[in-house]
């Protein structure tokens, strides 16, 4: 079944690491998307990329950084500027005016 | 730019008694507008949409909505909800010049007792 995969389901992450989420797509979708949940505040927008090799900042971009070499893949690197990285992260990729298929999300937490 | 409300962020409803949920959004541009829901710890999974046609869509458990130009609105309802129906739900609209990007509402919870 087609589908988007996201790993880990749960990651920790120390002061000062970088830490890579994975999101991986079987749907032959062109346009890709990371998002950040945070309790109370819906779903803010991080990057995103409508072909490959080329992306864009959202509304957070900040302390993140993004690739896309491949239209499968587009993983998101969690850098040690984002002084806040606690979150809900969840990677979406779409078709033109058909809504976004959601993997499953990554919880990152900061220890 | 666009932006949503959504004006309740928990709506507690007995089993079996209908449900409201409001979305407002602002755009000077024509939109694309969706509801998701998000059941604990999962991603959004697509309840339903307007892109065009009817403003009255439905998806296929019950929920529908109304797409009201005039009032920029896009209200979901559900005339009898279950336990099942527990989760949050996301108000999300597109601008239908900018392909693809969403704007999220803040969500609401819905929590259905027996």
């Known amino acids: 079944d087609g589908g988007i995969t996201q790993s880990p389901k749960y990651l920790f992450r120390k002061e000062g690491q970088n830490v890579t989420l994975s999101c991986e797509q079987n749907l032959n979708h062109d346009a890709m998307y990371w998002y950040r949940q945070d309790p109370g505040q819906g779903l803010r927008l991080i990057y995103y990329?409508?072909?490959?090799?080329?992306?864009q900042k959202g509304d957070i971009a900040e302390g993140y950084s993004v690739s896309r070499e491949k239209k499968e893949s587009f993983p998101l690197t969690v850098t040690s500027a984002q002084k806040n990285p606690t979150a809900f992260y969840l990677c979406?990729?779409?078709?033109?005016?058909?809504?976004?298929?959601f993997g499953s999300g990554t919880r990152l937490t900061v220890v | 730019a666009q932006s949503v409300t959504q004006l309740d962020s928990q709506v507690p409803v007995f089993e079996e008694a209908p449900v409201e949920l409001r979305c407002n959004y602002s755009s000077s541009v024509s939109v694309y507008l969706f509801w998701y829901v998000q059941y604990p710890n999962q991603g959004l999974q697509l309840l339903l949409k307007y892109l065009s046609g009817s403003t009255l869509v439905e998806s296929i458990n019950g929920f529908e909505a109304e797409f009201n130009k005039s009032q920029t609105s896009f209200h979901l309802r559900k005339p009898s909800v279950h336990i099942s129906d527990t989760a949050e739900y996301f108000c999300a609209v597109s601008a239908t010049d900018s392909w693809g990007k969403l704007q999220f509402g803040a969500g609401t919870q819905v929590v259905v007792t027996p």
């Open positions: 979406a990729s779409s078709t033109s005016g058909g809504g976004y298929t």
């Open positions: 990329s409508q072909i490959v090799n080329d992306f």
